[in-house]
């Protein structure tokens, strides 16, 4: 029996078709594709769509995606309706691209450069004029998503639901998406996810991946997170960029699912390589944070970072700014951390802003580019962003401008601690303000109570000296306490100058020299001079001239004039000038 197919196969182009296919099913694909091209050659559409397939797949011959549109488009001209659809949907796609609807030899052999609306349009509308389900789906597409010149709401929507109603998929999930981009009460809603049900049923990715968000936020449905999560790992596996993303975020966050971050990486990833910027952005920030299970990796942090920063995603562009600011991962370059950080700052995000200011007031962006920030850090406070003003308040007292920046740092100080804190100081100096004391230690209070370490510092001195208010001796020893508890050198310094007596509080040498030297070590000058007083009086013990010696002369090279004078009275310098 096989070799009566076998010759008739020679002779009639239906019986090599038939012949292919049995071939096909014994998985001998390049035996084949010969007899489908013996029946194609004869103009047999169905085997001219079959080498359509195999050349787009690569099936017993080379992969060639304009050598599949061509034997494709063949077959739509011989009346196959399921090549006609087919065409229509990988030319609105841009997966294939006919130039002006031509014939073998038109065809691109570059890839193409986005969907061929008109092509596809032409092979939709001829499958749906035969009463194609799939190509009703296939011309509502064009309908929907095509260019200005060729879009019908309406009748997109009439033959979204003509299709769906004849049990297509495809109109399936078109036809929910058309009726959820009207609204709608919640009876449209359950409609909608009923159709995508239908869809998914058939499983296609994208309608699963949307019931998936349906059930996630209860729209329609009751809200059912681990099912939804489950869905999304279903469309996932289908190879859904977007679902990969969330499948990826799900198992990233533990959220409905046991926590594996290594398997979230590997989604995310595939998600990112698709095009998919927010899992880029992620990938990034799984890389650039420490966990019990894997340290941080900053160089693969700074890959995933740049290819979401360079796409627009202001995110991204902030984290990779800060990534060259610490040089974690990447050189440390803080001309390109205020490159990514001002494309950051321009999109909106707060987190940049500060950056900028922070790069600024260091003297890192060139004065020309200082003015453009100021320029739009003023707009943005005149708004309301009291982000803005704070850093616009900096700028401008940096610049010398008091009086303008003591006008922004006070508008930022009713909701910033930082602004509260230098609103205070220019209060207490009199600096671009009227002297106020009074209000100048209920600011820094204020300052202090949120977490500000030097604004608990300027309100224990305040408190210390009773300036702006009672003298509160005690306080003040606990807000230094405070402070040293969080490395403040001045605020150890003050305990020192206190406990060395005139303050109201017991004298105790011992302990004022301990701050000293505590002070001293963080590079307070003044703490390294009285620690040096102390040592070479022996104040606390037996006198100790080399070390007293080596402390003030810690002191003289910050600039202290008394620690130089005091080196020269005991011999250790030639001058007593620095």
């Known amino acids: 029996m096989q070799a009566v197919d076998k010759l008739l196969s020679l002779v009639s182009p239906t019986s090599a078709l038939r012949r292919a296919a049995r071939l096909r099913e014994l998985g001998r694909d390049a035996e084949a594709f010969t007899y489908y091209a013996r029946a194609a050659q004869a103009g047999v559409a169905e085997a001219e769509h079959q080498v359509a397939l195999c050349y787009f797949a690569g099936l017993g011959v080379p992969a060639s995606r304009p050598e599949g549109a061509r034997w494709l488009e063949r077959a739509a001209e011989h009346g196959s309706v399921e090549s006609q659809t087919l065409l229509a949907g990988l030319c609105s796609h841009g997966i294939v691209h006919l130039s002006g609807g031509g014939t073998a030899g038109l065809f691109k052999t570059s890839e193409p450069d986005g969907p061929d609306f008109d092509s596809a349009l032409k092979w939709a509308k001829r499958a749906a004029d035969m009463g194609s389900p799939r190509g009703q789906a296939a011309l509502a597409y064009v309908l929907a998503r095509g260019p200005e010149r060729l879009r019908d709401p309406e009748a997109a929507h009439a033959l979204y639901r003509q299709s769906a109603d004849a049990g297509c998929a495809e109109g399936c999930l078109g036809y929910a ?102 899992a880029a952005v992620r990938v990034g920030d799984l890389n650039a944070r420490s966990s019990n ?55 909106g995000d707060q987190e940049s802003q500060v950056g900028i200011a922070n790069l600024l007031l260091r003297g890192a962006i060139r004065a020309e580019e200082g003015a453009t920030v100021a320029a739009w850090f003023e707009a943005a406070a005149s708004a309301g962003d009291r982000i803005a003003a704070h850093n616009l308040g900096l700028w401008l007292a940096k610049g010398g401008d008091e009086r303008d920046a003591a006008k922004w740092l006070r508008v930022a100080a009713a909701e910033v601690p930082s602004a509260q804190y230098l609103h205070a100081r220019m209060l207490a100096e009199g600096r671009g303000e009227t002297q106020n004391l009074e209000t100048a230690r209920a600011m820094f209070a204020r300052a202090a109570d949120a977490g500000v370490i030097d604004a608990q510092v300027a309100l224990a001195e305040m408190m210390l000296n009773g300036r702006g208010g009672e003298r509160d001796v005690a306080g003040a020893v606990r807000l230094f306490q405070r402070a040293t508890a969080r490395g403040h050198s001045g605020a150890m310094f003050a305990l020192g100058a206190i406990h060395d007596g005139g303050h109201g509080i017991p004298e105790d040498r011992s302990v004022a020299q301990r701050w000293f030297r505590e002070a001293a070590k963080l590079g307070n000058a003044h703490a390294q001079l009285m620690l040096g007083r102390y040592l070479a009086a022996g104040v606390v013990g037996e006198p100790n001239p080399a070390e007293a010696v080596a402390w003030m002369q810690r002191a003289a090279e910050q600039g202290v004039e008394a620690a130089q004078q005091e080196l020269y009275v005991m011999g250790a310098s030639d001058s007593p000038e620095p």
Not at 305 to 329: M, N
Not at 334 to 343: G, M
């Open 177 to 278: 998406v058309s009726l959820a981009a009207r609204g709608g009460d919640e009876a449209s809603r359950r409609e909608v996810v009923d159709y995508l049900r239908r869809a998914a049923l058939a499983e296609l990715p994208t309608a699963i991946y949307l019931l998936a968000v349906l059930i996630e936020q209860g729209a329609g449905v009751d809200a059912n997170p681990p099912l939804a999560v489950q869905l999304f790992r279903q469309a996932a596996e289908k190879g859904l960029p977007a679902a990969q993303a969330r499948w990826g975020e799900a198992l990233m966050n533990g959220y409905c699912v046991t926590q594996n971050l290594d398997e979230a990486e590997s989604w995310l990833r595939r998600a990112a390589l698709a095009g998919d910027i927010e």
């Open 293 to 347: 299970e894997r340290p941080p990796n900053f160089i693969e942090a700074a890959i995933w970072y740049r290819r979401a920063a360079e796409a627009g995603h202001k995110v991204a562009a902030r984290s990779l700014g800060s990534l060259y600011l610490t040089g974690a991962g990447i050189p440390q370059d803080e001309e390109s951390a205020a490159q990514w950080l001002r494309i950051a700052a321009e999109g």
